[in-house]
């Protein structure tokens, strides 16, 4: 069964404080590794897909990278408008469907 | 606006009682996932469907069922409602049952809450 954890729960940076943000997989065959941005009452926004290690995506200020087992969300210099949960997620090589399976997400918090 | 949409945005209901809550994908899209989130659990997949069929379960209760219809739009049916049923329902849709660049998009879901 496939598995995502992301950590911390929630992190509290302040206003230009660069930090990362952990997602550990496990899963049968990486088809995709999902990064997604949630405000608060709303649906799951998509940001990145990463196919395969060594992969790396960017926008604005923030980067996604890859490896075998985890993926890191770097954000540099935040702002208060990134303060949103982050929700990882993983599609496996598991026959013909293709369900996500989600890690429960990191709250991050961007004080001014 | 996704392009996913979700009715109604808020259901307030007594336990026991029957609820039905409305998907409609994003424009040609033929796959919808089902997901409950809650506080402690994250987004929990319910069932998938693909063009009207049924294509995988995840971890849904007997109490609840879903459909799709001919015009793609599908329904969540949940039953016998428990107090721990309160959650946010979300619907998702993508185009295929393969592997998408974007993944799914959502819908901004349902949030039920059970008094």
């Known amino acids: 069964e496939d598995q995502v954890t992301q950590s911390p729960e929630a992190l509290r940076l302040q206003e230009g404080e660069s930090s990362s943000l952990n997602c550990s997989y496990t899963?049968?065959?990486?088809?995709?590794l999902f990064w997604y941005r949630q405000d608060p009452g709303k649906g799951p926004e998509f940001l990145f897909t990463l196919y395969s290690a060594g992969e790396e995506k960017e926008k604005e200020r923030l980067k996604a990278t890859l490896t075998k087992k985890e993926s890191f969300l770097h954000i540099t210099a935040p702002k208060p408008e990134d303060s949103a949960t982050y929700l990882c997620a993983v599609q496996g090589n598991t026959g013909a469907n293709s369900k996500l399976t989600f890690g429960k997400g990191i709250t991050l918090s961007v004080r001014p | 606006d996704s392009g996913v949409t979700q009715t109604p945005k808020h259901l307030i209901t007594a336990t026991g009682q029957r609820v039905t809550l409305r998907c409609s994908p994003r424009s040609g899209d033929l796959s919808v996932y089902w997901y409950q989130q809650s506080l402690d659990q994250g987004l929990q997949f319910l069932i998938q469907y693909y063009n009207g069929e049924e294509r995988a379960k995840g971890n849904i209760l007997e109490r609840f069922s879903a459909q799709q219809f001919p015009d793609l739009h599908s329904e969540l049916n949940l039953s016998s409602l428990e107090l721990g049923d309160s959650a946010l329902y979300f619907c998702a849709s993508s185009g295929s049952t393969g592997i998408t660049n974007y993944g799914y998009t959502f819908g901004s879901g349902t949030r039920l809450t059970v008094v």
């Open positions: 899963v049968s065959g990486l088809r995709g």
